[in-house]
């Protein structure tokens, strides 16, 4: 005998992007949707019966239904007006899962002052958001940053590890640490001014980062995530996972050259991997 | 006041390739690995105390030093090997997460036979295991495939779906289905023959995809769950992700065509997304 | 003063995929199309004059269009037909850019037997054609497939090459030969099957890639396009670009143990590119 | 009879980074490399004959080792001094290819500051440079940038086209103009000041792009190439390719709701393609 375990279904990487005029300035934004419902649905699997499945096309169409009216300007609040009217809709939906990721959109800097309505996109990362929420529940939101991509050229040694007969790497004093960081953060309430946590604690992250006197990423990752938390009593922890993107020092000695930490070789593999969350 | 919580950390995308020489036929085999550690390590984070960490770069080492003397022929095994090592050499490990994947090298066909010592890479496909233990539990293996890219030009139709206001999508008695689908199973037991389950497994979720007369994602993907599990009665549980590559019927009535499901749109965004586990 | 040069437009990406049905055997393909023009469009640029210019989106309709009602199975064929479309029916496009790749999609194997109409994607290349026409000239055609993905574990060297003052590498007298080929091989006339050359030259490729006793890339890649000129009177060169990625021997001795090409460690960069074009 | 026609090799993908510190304030610097030469080398293929071939291993310690004591900070000098040293250490190499890519780090801002040691990734772009030099011939620069991704919401318009019997697009009076430009420029001379060229250049194009009223791709393309032409006189010619990444207006007709150019649907293919080179 096999049974059904658990499931959801939902429209994956919906894109959807919104202007939004303010005299003669303009906001651009592009946004990156995934919707999952759960929910009474275990007959379209066991049984072949669609009668209560929403179709994932319609999922689309509401995407860009409830972006048109939605007066937010953050993913946070539109990700959960989008949810709160799938659930509203359809009473046989128990737990709805939204996920938006924005593009790094700014405005373009022409003779150093912001131009009103072109824009260039200004990294890899995105901004994003996790929201869900069962039937009979309140809203879960996870806030964050993926793809951060930041480097430092001082202030970061690695010495003192742990050696055992496979450890063959040598002690760094003054190496590079470069990274593409992906943190979340978990609010409490939800009442709260998005866009202005964001910022804080985006701000905060990178600067602890710029200032840390770094032995190792996971020394770095901690005080960014205390950083982090220090800014912005709405939020209850910080996961970072950063990995440790290896700028080798070149070895030019078979050349007669010295490479007093000048000349090195970035490598995208392997890449160490560090993850912890802090919490208050 | 701070604290750390749940973290992790090890090395990624380790890559290695291995000739397994039997007479004049080879093996060959590629590798992605990744080992993350749990354990006494919290000082590392708070204190900027080293002396407990043993750096990725060792992990990377052990990688290739376990594989030269590993005989097993399965990531699972392989992995396991790795992470007992691991956590046989320093008692302050407490956990140890290995995955591994494996790319889809085949023996090149030449006039229609296998040529012994050349290979072909013959899909995007990754073979994959995801094992981890705790230092006083038993190893937990969940093994599986990413991006088996598959689809049928018949036998499947999606109708009868329930429709709201925001519904547009038409009927379809004969359309395209595509997937790219993800597997994972997960064993009871660890003294099987991983490699024998794993070519049963995906024979018979193949076969079912062949034959299903489907009326929705759904209904293929429990009927192909069900396949699984009726062929392997070592494992309990499989999940089945099934994203739905769309192809879009071509709209060629405004050039005053037909398009008897002839002509098709392919678009990799945005994808329904369908996921469930079918368990014993 | 400033004036226009060379100049071309054209759309990108256009994707399609067919079904060809043979009674209860399906054929299937997907290709991914570009179209380019050049002609009288030179005061769209410079005088922001639209009137003699066809909309992309038009060309991308076409597109579809002419696939509907086109015979062939080969995308040289294809090609032609959409670009001859294009060239009679505006007198201002003076030449004809046209290419296509198709993806290698191959019916799925069922207990050793290919299935009537499911498929699986069989690996990363794509068969391609780029065709281009002047209005008053001929069909200029080149075929060719990117990124044949295809390695050896035998019968491959590397010793004897000039040495300079920057020179560290070690001979190799057995190494792993890996490459991810583009060949390309152009047509003196059109009369001719596209799909039986097509499959001879891929054929005689392989099976010299197989059989060659390497001393160096650039001796493989030579002898593997005298073997495609060889089996295709129709054609007058090959073209071929073989990166050679590389998979580096382990150095197992700080752990005392020994590698006789067993562990490798694969790399995709840096890597070796060797390009030459082999004719009569 | 087959013979050897054109051919080439070198490595590709080489990757450096470099820090250069004045002071307190340092710059970082991540460069890919790619150096190929041309020469002497047809026994290497024909006859298997090693004896000339300068290993690819062998040019990637070169990039690494010129890099070292290279004073400049441009890749455009980098790229002559990396080929001078090869022609002048090897007689047989008549001609070589070295083509640098840069990536966007940035000074990170730390509150509206640039910070001394810290970076951020700044964009998908790369500057680049193409420099190719014959043993008896001078240096022929093309610099450029690949992938500059900018966006305007405000004067952009596309009427007025030919329309055929497979038109189905519909004036736009206000438009989204997205693209990710690749735009290169001949040097003519190359005693000049390669970074100041460079950032003119790249200015002019942004902020023509901004204040242009766009009746077409082409149009703002030609203009744009003007531009950077009027503010470089040691340039001969300017190559733009700008695809036309496509944000179409959501459709909310269906559902009851007007659109007025607030929500679109970015995608990524299809996409137009235009091309042209502006010159003196």
């Not at 990700?79 to 939906?93: P, R, T, V």
């Not at 202005?196 to 710029?210: D, H, P």
């Amino acid at each position: 005998m096999t049974r059904l375990g658990v499931n959801r279904y939902g429209k994956s990487r919906v894109r959807l992007s919104r202007i939004t005029r303010r005299g003669d300035r303009h906001e651009f934004q592009e946004w990156t949707v995934r919707v999952l419902l759960q929910g009474e649905f275990d007959t379209s699997f066991t049984e072949a019966d669609n009668s209560k499945v929403l179709p994932t096309d319609t999922m689309k169409n509401t995407v860009y239904s409830i972006a048109r009216d939605c007066k937010t300007e953050t993913i946070e609040e539109y990700a959960m007006e989008l949810g709160d009217y799938l659930l509203a809709q359809h009473g046989h939906i128990l737990k709805v899962d939204v996920e938006v990721g924005e593009r790094a959109w700014q405005h373009m800097q022409i003779d150093g002052a912001p131009e009103n309505t072109t824009f260039k996109l200004g990294g890899p990362e995105l901004q994003t958001v996790a929201a869900n929420r069962a039937r009979d529940g309140a809203w879960k939101l996870t806030s964050g940053i993926d793809g951060l991509t930041i480097l430092k050229t001082t202030k970061s040694s690695f010495t003192g590890y742990l050696k055992d007969r496979l450890t063959t790497l040598k002690p760094a004093t003054d190496r590079i640490f470069g990274t593409s960081a992906t943190v979340t953060w978990e609010y409490g309430k939800i009442d709260v001014d998005f866009g202005n946590i964001r910022r804080q604690i985006l701000a905060a992250l990178q600067r602890e980062f710029a200032a840390h006197n770094s032995m190792s990423v996971q020394h770095t990752l901690y005080d960014m995530g205390k950083a982090g938390l220090a800014v912005v009593p709405e939020i209850e922890r910080i996961t970072l996972t950063m990995p440790n993107l290896h700028h080798l020092l070149a070895d030019l000695s078979p050349f007669g050259q010295d490479n007093p930490n000048h000349i090195f070789v970035p490598i995208d593999e392997p890449h160490g991997y560090i993850e912890a969350t802090i919490e208050r």
